[in-house]
């Protein structure tokens, strides 16, 4: 399982050493990786839609989808994203990713 948290543009904000490493994510350079750098064309367009619905209407969504794993090879996860949220209004987006 991996835990993130994503600006509300969708760029990573923290995670851990260990996640970042699994996903092929440079540490040193986080704020430069975006959570749709994740998927490849078949499942950018669903990511967009879900992440964009949960930081307009503040709900958590969840889907399947085929994720990139150091920008090459794909790997089928199940992906989590829930807002979060400051005082109303959402100030950024929980990723969680398992399987």
Known sequence: MIHARLTIDGAFAAISDRA??????AGERLAEHY???LFGAGCR????V?????VRQGQPR???GQMLLDGISERAAHIALAP???D???DGVMLVITR
């Open 50 to 54: 879900l992440f964009d619905a949960v």
């Open 88 to 90: 109303a209004a959402v």
């Open 45 to 48: 367009s669903k990511a967009q």
């Open 35 to 37: 959570f749709l750098d």
């Open 62 to 64: 969840a889907f399947d």
């Open 20 to 25: 970042a490493s699994r996903l092929g994510l």
């Open 84 to 86: 979060i949220r400051e």
